[in-house]
């Protein structure tokens, strides 16, 4: 089995690792991958599929390069015409990730070549080529998938074998729920504490951690549940232990399941079409199961695609689903959407394939790691809704569905991208491919203020190594024009905040015909939003979550606008819950962030403030005695030497000192003042233990050279003298021998509050001798060499010690504290494919709101849900009609009373005029 340290680079995977989870990528990194087809579909499950880290990929072709084909296939270049599609795409699939082994075939697919694979992946293959392989690999364990796009329809089935073992159908946190008490009894009840509740349902195996009294639960492993109500349940015989149990967790224990698969030609006949895309064409994925068949059908008779503008093709192509329609006796037969095909079929659209290869390239995943739940067999979608001559250009795969005038439209669109992180890389990818911006007059501005750090590598999929620390437009631009050298592109750095507003103001706007958001924060989104209703622009945008995913299109006067966001104040934390009774890991992690922050940027930032302002100081006493104390005293400790009753360093040993009375004022002798002052068998008034329920009794740690006691030192020692400008070190031994000679403060313990007032007097300017300014360290979770996560994963995995709180290691732990948003390559492709049919859309100018889909999907669960989105208000922020100038007060309210279906208060202006 492969080493997890040597196999896992998880500065590159870290965003995918919190996604799928490091045994699923280590049962994908054995995985050996064969994709057939090099045209759009199959090189975006390639790139998808090699970014993930599996251990090989093989894409085969036989077919050269055409000009058709570079409307869809963003590793081809012109320069490659004439030449196979494997062998020109190899090199540059490569370098998306080096740690995947890729290599090409040229020639025909046999069934023997096969046995070398996990998975394999068909794609732009006929009907009978599909039976064979998929009944060889049917019985001879090898997942099989098979995906196609014809135009706006698409198609995907899956065949995972007689026992397809699932280890995690949804890939959710496990349910938790904190434990009030345990009865003896058979069965023992489990009653919960009455935060929220528990979610668990009957059937459900939990297993218990942390449990006080009843110890022998802990070690006992999954227990089966029967549910009680929202808080409590009940488990197996507890009668024959020790005494009744409290406290604790119940942590739920996901179960494997096993699904049967049909091969091919029996699910076409059978095809048990579970999933649905689009619940406003309820009946739509039966016709098109149909039609995909029938199209074969026409493409082994006529050896070609119907052509778009034949009736005659569309003609035969109907009678033949007709006829597999005797057999099927489907009640309802859309006969539209089979001349709609018809007339589409031969189009190749880079969009639909984003979204049907990013899907297609999560069941791969699925297939060859057992994380998710699979596609159960059939897939069908459709943006038929998008539709309202063939001259030889890079585009005709595209002009096959939409026509030549649509194409030099798309051409002289003006579009504002806001974010080139990985959905603006997508994006743009979809963009040149598409050929917005190519044409005379027609141009993209990007915008984004971030630099490439390698963890956007496994994602951000127009980055390489080489570009780590040049900024992500320049980059995504440059590589925008080796796609298509037709685009126009202007790259900004400029984030979007009011003060960019200089930048992007209404000259801006008004020469735009659209903008798209791929932010990762709603506050940028809504600011966003508002210059877009300002400025009248319509506006796409699409966020992803690990394996979910949206998207929303804005339509001035059509569609509702992104709106306000609401207030989150789900996630905040009490002050006193971080600051005295932490029950859980978020709880240590936060106040570890919190303690980084206060003494590595807060204090220093202080300082600086202190040095350069003069009036500092009185302007601090003015915000309050407490503040001011807490603030000053950071600041003329941080100056004072250590014999001024201050802790400035003047070497290495001194910084090691501060380290080591850090750790023992905050993992012993505050829990030893806290427990001075409510004892572990206090009472509150009414007489119950004041340590219970969440409330845990503390348990201060004696310091023992060992971890994670000295992975804290180390750290703290580290950044504390890098605030100074000393040299620190990484030598354990070295820092062993200082720590013999390191003096520790015996703890005495106080019995009244300090008065803040008497404690400010010393606080003054005199006795400080050092005139420089200090460095700020701010928080950088990505570098493993600074120190950062070394100090918080310590400082939280102490505390959580203290507080008899499961511990964290250093993955868990940064995704927690730094807030990291879980990501996968799959899921954005899918995200921006979506976006990008809005845009077919917008370019129309579709004035009816059902033309329109909002999205969500969750690629772990196949759960798709594409509805209308939202019509606006009778009258919304959109609706503006400006007087015109030069207008007295008067007029001016004659004016809004017209224009607007509310009315001007005449008596509060008069008073506000006056």
Known sequence: KMSEHEEIDEGFYSRQLYVLGREAMQRMGEANILIAGMRGLGVEVAHNVILSGVK????????????????????????DLGQNRAECSLPR????????????????????????????????????????????????????????????????????????IVLDRDGETPMTAMINYITKGNPGLVSCLDEENHGFQDGHKVSFSEVRGMAELNTMGPQEIKVISGHSFSIGDTSGFTETGHGGVATEVKQ????????????????????????????????????FQGLHMFVQKEHRLPKPTSQADAAVL???????????QLETLDEDVVLLLARTARGDLAPLNAFMGGVAAQEVLKACSGKFKPLIQWLYFDALECLPKDDGSRYDGQIAVFGSKFQERLGKLKYFLVGAGAIGCELLKNFALMGLGAGEGGHITVTDMDSIERSNLNRQFLFRSKDIGKMKSSVAAEAVREMNPSVNITAHQNRLDPESERVYDRSFFRGLDGVVAALDNVEARVHLDKLCVLHQRPMLEGGTLGTKGHTLVVVPHLTESYGQPKADTEGAIPLCTLKNFPHRIEHTLQWARDQFEGWFKHVPENVNLFLRDPGFVERTLGRGEAEALEV?????????????????????????????????????????????????DQLTTSGLPFWSGTKRCPRPLTFDQKEPHMQYIVAAANLYAHIYGIAGTRDRAAIRVTLRDTPVPAFVPSSRLSDSATALRPLRRPGLTWCSLIVCSLYEQDDDSNFHMDYITAASNLRAENYDITTADRLQSKRIAGRIIPA?????????????????????????????????????????????PSSPASFTVSQRSPPPDHLSISQTVHHCDDKSPFRVSRRRLARRVS
């Open 256 to 291: 494997p399941s096993t699904i049967t698969f049909k091969p091919l030609e029996e699910a076409l006949m059978d095809p048990e079409l579970l999933v649905m895309t689009d619940y406003g064409k309820k009946a739509r994925h039966q016709t098109l199961h149909l039609a």
């Open 318 to 328: 109907l009678g033949m689903v007709r006829g597999l329609n005797a057999s099927a």
């Open 824 to 868: 996968i390559a799959t899921t954005t492709a899918a995200v921006a494919g979506l976006m990008c049919l809005e845009l077919y859309k917008l370019v129309q100018g579709h004035r009816e709101v059902s033309s329109y889909r909002a999205s969500f999907l969750n690629l772990a669960v196949d759960y798709f849900v594409l509805s209308y």
């Open 93 to 164: 699939l490569a370098s998306l990730n080096p740690r995947v082994q890729v290599s090409a075939h040229t020639g025909p697919l046999h069934e023997d070549m096969l046995m070398q694979y996990q998975v394999v992946v068909l794609t732009d293959s006929t009907l009978e080529e599909q039976k064979r392989l998929g009944n060889h690999c049917h019985s001879h364990g090898i997942r099989f998938i098979v995906v196609d796009t014809r135009g706006l329809c698409g198609q995907l089935f899956c065949d995972f074998g007689e026992e397809f």
């Open 632 to 680: 000053l005293g950071g600041v003329f400790g941080a100056l004072r030497d250590g014999g001024a009753q201050g802790h400035r360093p003047t070497c290495w040993e001194d910084c090691v000192h501060w380290a080591r009375c850090r750790w023992e004022s905050l993992f012993s002798h505050e829990l030893r003042q806290l427990l001075h002052c409510f004892p572990a």
């Open 56 to 79: 090989s990929v093989t894409v085969q072709d036989e077919g050269q390069v055409l000009w058709e084909h570079l409307s869809s296939q963003f590793f081809l270049r012109e320069a």
